[in-house]
């Protein structure tokens, strides 16, 4: 089994560093040891005169709200007896006055890899509210659940939102602690980013080679299979057809009512590690609630050689151009108001314009421009090597 950040944190410096200094805590329910020991509960045992606040992000401290737009309140923590202040609705950042309170800010979020998925969010404003006030930043690692490679698009300036604000691929194969490395060189801050690095994770891993227990770290992500579709599969969000939201499989089950799946199946026979199996779901909440959907469940076969933005891409271009009754979704999305939300996903305005053409090779090459470019640019964030790099 690898050990977190969180694990670690007992040991040696990253102990002493901590001792004796003001601290508060961004952190939700997935932050767990193995033992299912919640951060906030292991921070306060370790440190109790120490740690003045908690921080939750997105869904919030107990994962416990829905997503786009679904506020979580402050509230005081029963079992620490600490603050907890709301970063997804009431404000998206720490303020002035929380932070005056403290002078290190601990991070141990789980994340899943997709650059849409909002914890990193969070984070990257956190840390330029850090550097208004002066205050340093601990992360306390833990794997990128599904590896480390890449997939494009990169994010464009154009699509700046609280589901991008830097041009990360979609999926970017790097673990929190490197995303934070690269956003103080991104940002150009000047307060010090520590990270308490994983023991024995390797880029090369998936979440169920760590030994680590999986904990949801968001409502609609209840297992690692969830999470290894979702970098393609969230792409759904910004069309009519449900990416099975309201059902026991989200991103795994998708459709509509109207969907023939026939005409999806015949175009996707020769897409690797992936097969598909018809179903029919109803779901209980979001897009066609209370309505039987016909749809498609994706089963991953082969990691190493499934591509998920790609496979979903071209699911998306086969409904485009089958079924009259599909559309995409119009805003509000995340905090965006008058841009479409498919573009805020996918990150540029140029792939929702070709789908429906059955313009392969075109599609490919923008999944693939920059991302050369974007492998030597973070480079030198890398914590982890596999053992033959």
């Given at each position: 089994?690898?050990?977190?950040?969180?694990?670690?944190?007992?040991?040696?410096?990253?102990?002493?560093?901590?001792?004796?200094?003001?601290?508060?805590?961004?952190?939700?329910?997935?932050?767990?040891?193995?033992?299912?020991?919640?951060?906030?509960?292991v921070l306060k045992e370790l440190f109790p005169r120490e740690l003045r606040l908690l921080f939750a992000p997105q869904h919030g401290l107990f994962g416990e709200a829905q997503a786009n737009m679904i506020p979580s309140a402050d509230f005081v923590e029963d079992e620490t007896g600490l603050g907890v202040v709301s970063l997804y609705g009431p404000r998206l950042a720490p303020g002035a006055g929380h932070l005056r309170e403290i002078d290190v800010l601990v991070?141990?979020?789980?994340?899943?890899?997709?650059?849409?998925?909002?914890?990193?969010?969070?984070?990257?404003?956190?840390?330029?509210?850090?550097?208004k006030e002066g205050v340093e930043v601990l992360v306390l690692d833990r794997p990128n659940p599904i590896g480390g490679r890449r997939e494009g698009p990169l994010l464009e300036e154009e699509f700046r939102s609280f589901v991008g604000l830097a041009p990360l691929p979609l999926r970017h194969g790097l673990t929190i602690g490197e995303v934070a490395l690269y956003f103080r060189a991104f940002l150009g801050l000047s307060i010090p980013?520590?990270?308490?690095?994983?023991?024995?994770?390797?880029?090369?891993?998936l979440f169920p080679e760590t030994g680590l227990p999986w904990v949801p770290p968001s409502p609609n992500m209840p297992s690692f299979d969830t999470a290894l579709v979702y970098p393609g599969q969230v792409l759904l969000e910004g069309t009519n057809v449900s990416e099975g939201r309201g059902t026991t499989r989200p991103f795994e089950v998708f459709g509509a009512p109207w969907l023939v799946e026939e005409k999806v199946l015949a175009d996707l026979a020769d897409l690797p590690g992936v097969s598909w199996r018809r179903i029919q779901f109803v779901p209980w909440y979001d897009k066609w609630a209370g309505k039987t959907c016909r749809g498609l469940r994706l089963f991953v076969l082969d990691e190493s050689g499934y591509r998920s933005v790609w496979t979903t891409l071209l699911l998306l271009d086969t409904m485009a151009r089958n079924f009259a009754a599909f559309s995409w979704r119009l805003p509000p999305y995340e905090y965006q108001w008058h841009k479409l939300p498919f573009?805020?996903?996918?990150?540029?305005?140029?792939?929702?314009?070709?789908?429906?053409?059955?313009?392969?090779?075109?599609?490919?090459?923008?999944?693939?421009?920059?991302?050369?470019?974007?492998?030597?640019?973070?480079?030198?964030?890398?914590?982890?090597?596999?053992?033959?790099?």
């Open positions: 089994m690898i050990k977190t950040g969180l694990a670690r944190l007992s040991q040696g410096e990253a102990h002493a560093f901590l001792k004796g200094r003001r601290l508060g805590l961004l952190t939700h329910q997935a932050a767990v040891l193995p033992d299912f020991t919640p951060a906030h509960v991070v141990d979020l789980q994340d899943v890899g997709c650059r849409v998925y909002t914890y990193i969010w969070t984070l990257f404003l956190a840390l330029k509210a850090c550097e980013v520590h990270v308490l690095p994983l023991e024995g994770w390797r880029r090369s891993m573009d805020i996903i996918v990150g540029t305005k140029n792939i929702r314009e070709i789908l429906g053409r059955g313009e392969r090779t075109l599609l490919k090459e923008i999944l693939e421009t920059g991302l050369a470019e974007f492998e030597e640019e973070i480079r030198p964030f890398f914590l982890y090597q596999d053992a033959e790099e």
